[in-house]
């Protein structure tokens, strides 16, 4: 008997052993659907914004109610027990967060939902304020990250002030003259003097002769114009050199020109291009090829209007500035991008190539940087990737978050621009936007020590170990600022100029400058760093933190000088601390005013109190490239509407904010705040005007695209374009009448006939070669204006040329839809969406309702 109980309780032991190590059916993450929405844009009427995320289970197994997280990114802040109590939302660092169910949150079953509502400090203004690259983590597997199924973010129609609305821009629209194409000038950006000789034009077809110059200085740029020329009409040209009578083209050196200055000439009987410089030839020949009317075509005859041009560029430095270190693009949409730089005589790309989610270019002396940096995935310390940003997700698969250049594609980057008379600046950024850095090198430390070597594990290292400084970023990092106290950390900046320069002499292009960043070092960095207080006893000069700042860039500029490079960086660099009246300010930099450097300047946020600041450092004895904010960032919004992408806390900016921009007279053409909400003329009273010695010192402008929001080559397209000829606009051409002109009423005249003018070559000529030219470019189209009149829709477009078509039963109208060409009679839902000469589509409008809602 006793041995009967015996075996009874081993049994059942047996079988509970079993039920409780036995597997339970798993959730599969792709099966968890998450929708992200705004429930309460003025929630308890405090200008904050209560949003949901809803977890859908399309599977077949239950999501428990506890022992997960979901991690995601997002660049808003969140209140302090910021959800509706199912569970909790945590800081991680940077713009990494994780959501923890609480005892509260239920069990979600399969083909049901459950809805985690959390506050936002401030209203929702567009799409971009969703989180992003939401996935799972198992408590008990805390290591690995799981990607989810299908995220959403859902349709929503704010009422906030400032909304841009169909109704508004129709509005806006209905100002702009329709010009007829034959009146449009067909070369842009605007040359000095330019006349079209009307009703003379050059036959273009095989019985051209070509011709080359002389001495033969520009035979390679005539030899990409001739194979340009021979792919448009399919065939090759007359080569006869002793043929009589024949049209020709030729290219000849002109002494007396500027640098990129060039003369064109097109007569019936034949082109031909002067300048002193292989880059003007370029331009000259870039005018020409404007020329031809748009076509996808080969044609075995074109007709090129008659015109004589004198051309030269307004300021030397015309540049675009592409962050590919937050999300990266690759090597193709580089180059795509530098084609069309070239195409509208933009001379200069500023690659970001580094930053705290990124480093994008190979240093071989240095793998680390790649092999760490460049990859993005779920990490809980950092010492094989970096954490997921801007939702990059859980793994390496997605390549906006991972991915870098290798030497060759570097090397290939290089020789193309310089082909195209673009030089390539780099930017390597310090001391702070440097985590990506850092956590290498701090990897490179523990491979080198493990292996012994401990003088080569401290040779670049980028951090005081024994550092207890406690700061946080503007991006909420919390571990991204170099210890600029530790010798290390000049080791590293020698040993990556090196391999820099080593590049640059491979592929023999031009090296004048290197970017070293510079911006946004938060408070509090290195105050309890003990490499900087041992520092400190041996400097007398550096009495603080702030004056390490002095101590840095002099050194990184003495690395640079020995090799005859330029220091860049961000206007922080120029500036010195001091107070003025018992507050804190910043002043002109005395210390480098002679020492060549040149400040890109971005921070003029209206309303922010450094609108002057570029013009105080241009006055002050500073080479300064106006990077404006409030004109010239490509990743700004357009304006404020919830479907158009784009951050927007400098401001809204649209393709006339880079068309109405004067480099020298800012102030005068701004309009509204970075809300979007009208000035007060009073925030320029007692601010810097530019001098006759200031305006000297602005060298060029510069169109910046940060790429946080830039996850793909097609939003990149749609960011930068058509917006890079705006900028080319001002950036080459003379300033037009309006802009001196001090008549206001006179001015507003002349400005919309000129913008007219460009909105109508906009239109009708470049878009339409932009749609096939290299493959094509995913250039944003603008929304239809729409207004209500009489019972009937009517609608127009910012850009002469594009179609409008629409439909009258609610669906979205495609390239087949009905053609607007007379008021839509407004029943049922009508929408408009305009169309390029491809059949791509824009964002839709809706036909305003009889009763809008009034906005609050």
Excluded at 318 to 342: H, Y
């Amino acid at each position: 008997m006793r041995r009967f109980i015996l075996l009874f309780i081993v049994a059942v032991t047996s079988v509970n052993s079993f039920a409780l190590t036995r597997e339970e059916p798993k959730l599969d993450p792709q099966n968890l659907h998450i929708s992200w929405e705004v429930v309460d844009n003025n929630y308890q009427n405090k200008g904050q914004a209560l949003t949901a995320l809803v977890i859908t289970n399309k599977g077949k197994t239950a999501l428990p109610a506890s022992g997960w997280k979901v991690y995601f990114n997002s660049s808003r802040n969140f209140l302090p027990n910021a959800t509706t109590g199912n569970a909790t939302i945590t800081p991680i660092n940077g713009d990494l967060y994780s959501i923890t169910p609480t005892a509260k949150f239920p069990e979600i079953k399969p083909g049901e939902s459950g809805r985690i509502e959390y506050v936002c400090e401030s209203p929702v203004v567009n799409f971009t304020d969703a989180i992003e690259g939401p996935y799972l983590v198992w408590d008990n597997e805390p290591a690995k990250g799981y990607a989810l199924g299908e995220f959403t973010v859902k349709p929503y129609n704010p009422t906030y002030q400032g909304l841009i609305t169909p109704e508004i821009l129709y509005n806006q629209n209905k100002t702009i003259l329709d010009i007829p194409v034959a009146g449009l000038q067909k070369i842009i950006p605007t040359p000095v003097n330019y006349q079209e000789n009307l009703g003379g034009f050059f036959n273009l077809d095989k019985g051209v002769m070509p011709g080359v110059s002389v001495d033969h200085k520009f035979d390679k740029e005539y030899g990409q114009l001739l194979a340009y020329l021979e792919n448009l009409i399919g065939d090759k040209f007359h080569n006869s050199s002793k043929s009589k009578g024949l049209k020709s083209i030729t290219i000849g050196y002109k002494t007396g020109l500027s640098v990129e200055g060039y003369e064109l000439s097109v007569q019936p009987s034949g082109v031909q291009i002067v300048a002193s410089t292989s880059a003007g030839i370029f331009y000259g020949i870039q005018s020409f090829k404007m020329l031809i009317p748009v076509t996808n075509k080969v044609q075995s005859s074109i007709l090129i209007p008659c015109v004589e041009v004198k051309d030269a560029p307004r300021f030397p430095y015309r540049a675009v500035m592409l962050d590919v270190a937050r999300n990266f693009q690759s090597k193709q949409q580089v180059l795509k991008l530098i084609n069309l730089m070239a195409v509208y005589k933009l001379n200069t790309l500023h690659m970001h190539l580094t930053d705290d989610e990124g480093w994008r270019i190979e240093i071989p002396s240095l793998p680390e940087l790649t092999t760490l940096g460049s990859k993005r995935g779920h990490s809980l310390d950092s010492k094989t990737n970096l954490p997921a940003s801007h939702g990059s997700g859980p793994d390496f698969s997605n390549t906006a978050g991972t991915g870098f250049y290798t030497k060759a594609d570097y090397i290939e980057i290089l020789k193309y621009a310089n082909e195209r008379h673009v030089t390539v600046i780099p930017e390597i950024e310090t001391p702070g936007h440097a985590r990506a850095s850092i956590k290498a090198m701090d990897a490179r430390y523990e491979r080198l020590l493990a292996a012994g070597d401990k003088a080569g594990a401290e040779h670049n290292l980028l951090r005081d170990l024994n550092d207890k400084s406690d700061y946080r970023s503007v991006q909420y990092w919390n571990d991204n600022v170099i210890d600029v106290s530790l010798p290390s950390t000049y080791n590293y900046i020698e040993t990556v100029v090196g391999d820099l320069v080593n590049m640059y002499k491979e592929a023999n292009a031009p090296l004048p400058a290197i970017h070293f960043g510079g911006d946004e070092v938060p408070a509090h960095v290195w105050e309890k760093s003990p490499a900087y207080l041992t520092l400190k006893a041996t400097h007398p000069e550096i009495q603080g933190t702030g004056d390490l700042w002095y101590y840095f860039y002099g050194r990184v500029n003495d690395i640079l000088k020995k090799r005859n490079i330029k220091l860049s960086g961000w206007e922080e660099m120029a500036l010195r601390k001091t107070n003025v009246d018992g507050h804190a300010t910043y002043v002109p930099n005395p210390q480098f005013v002679n020492e060549g450097m040149q400040v890109d300047v971005w921070n003029n946020v209206l309303g922010d109190g450094q609108e002057d600041l570029a013009y105080k450092l241009a006055n002050g004895g500073y080479k300064v490239v106006l990077t404006c904010v409030t004109n010239l960032y490509f990743d700004m919004a357009n304006y404020k509407s919830f479907d158009e992408p784009g951050y927007y806390w400098g401001a809204y900016l649209g393709i006339d904010k880079f068309f109405s921009f004067i480099p020298y007279d800012y102030f005068k053409n701004a309009d509204v705040d970075k809300n979007g909400i009208a000035i007060n003329r009073n925030l320029f009273v007692g601010k810097q005007r530019l001098t006759e010695y200031g305006k000297e010192n602005i060298i060029g402008l510069q169109g910046a695209l940060w790429g946080e929001t830039v996850k793909t080559a097609e939003r990149m397209d749609y960011m930068i374009f058509p917006k890079l000829i705006g900028l080319a606009e001002r950036a080459w051409a003379k300033d037009p009448s309006w802009t001196t002109e001090r008549d206001t009423a006179k001015s507003r005249i002349l400005y919309n006939e000129d913008w007219s003018k460009f909105l109508n070559i906009l239109g009708k000529r470049e878009l339409p070669r932009l749609a096939y030219y290299n493959g094509g470019y995913s250039f944003r189209i603008p929304k239809p204006g729409v207004v209500l009149e009489d019972g009937k829709y009517l609608s127009n477009i910012q850009y002469p040329g594009l179609v409008i078509r629409y439909t009258t039963d609610g669906t979205e109208p495609t390239a087949k839809s009905k053609l607007y060409n007379s008021p839509v009679d407004a029943k049922g839902l009508v929408k408009f969406r305009a169309f390029d000469s491809k059949g791509r589509g824009g964002n839709m409008a809706e036909g305003p309702a009889t009763n809008p809602k009034p906005a609050i």
